[in-house]
């Protein structure tokens, strides 16, 4: 078993690393002995979060704003000063945007499907050559995509580009799977359900108790689900898949 889930060793760059899910498999990683990097648009979190996870192992700060091309170039620049491969890669950086029909916005369209859709893809071909030389025929590089379960479900939320964007990565992450396996990359996606957030904060503020009953196992995630599903992805017992899409919702989008 120690063989099997073991993955330590390897290099890993999680996106919007800082809180939330991100930081959720960060610390799995971490702790497990991966060196891990994060990113995430606000330095002081980023780096704060990185010094809090180096009590258990190597993490390393790399703040970066990946919703502009300069931005992705200058992740990739700093991490190929440190490192010749990368055997993870965890697209997570994300937001959202609530409206109803009549007021949304088209910022809130372009701002939410560039850094959901169009920053994974950019980051995943910028860091290509780092994942080319992590890879092998026995145990590939590993990309994983976070979406969400309303990528899989009609959400109650008018978030529409929120859930465009998450139903489009997970496309997206069947697009990338079928190409790069090709180079001994295979790319997969998780969807998350309701966990603690800044993202989820208003909405389980308001709405837990019900969104809490609606869940089949009873309860939101916690860290350890994620993480134990990042850590499945990225080891040996996960080497086989590809393209898949894997909920940790406790049930809810798949079947209530």
Not at 39 to 65: H, M, N, V
Not at 81 to 109: C, S
Not at 153 to 176: D, F, G, N, P
Not at 213 to 230: L, N
Request: charged share 20%.
């Amino acid at each position: 078993m120690d063989q099997l889930f073991d993955i330590s060793g390897k290099v890993a760059l999680v996106t919007g690393g800082s809180r939330g899910i991100g930081e959720m498999i960060a610390e799995g990683y971490v702790r497990n002995g991966v060196r891990t990097y994060i990113t995430a648009r606000k330095a002081e979190a980023c780096d704060q979060t990185a010094d809090r996870l180096s009590e258990y192992g190597e993490c390393i700060s790399f703040p970066a704003d990946l919703s502009t091309a300069e931005g992705i170039g200058s992740l990739a620049a700093a991490l190929r000063e440190r490192e010749t491969r990368l055997d993870i890669l965890v697209n997570n950086a994300g937001a959202t945007w609530g409206a109803t029909f009549d007021e949304f916005p088209e910022a809130g369209w372009d701002k939410i499907m560039d850094i959901n859709v169009k920053s994974p893809f950019f980051l995943t071909q910028t860091l290509i050559d780092l994942l080319v030389a992590a890879g092998s025929h026995e145990d590939p590089a590993r990309v994983i995509n976070i979406g969400s379960i309303d990528g899989l479900h009609v959400s109650r939320m008018e978030t529409y580009s929120y859930a465009a964007s998450k139903a489009a990565i997970l496309h997206l992450t069947r697009m990338m799977a079928k190409n790069l396996v090709k180079r001994d990359i295979t790319v997969n996606a998780v969807a998350p359900g309701p966990f603690e957030s800044k993202m989820m904060a208003h909405t389980l503020a308001t709405m837990g108790e019900q969104i809490v009953a609606e869940v089949p196992r009873g309860r939101i995630g916690k860290p350890e689900d994620m993480a134990g599903a990042a850590i499945y992805l990225a080891s040996q017992a996960g080497a086989y898949l590809n393209g898949a899409v894997i909920p940790v919702d406790g049930g809810l989008a798949t079947t209530v």
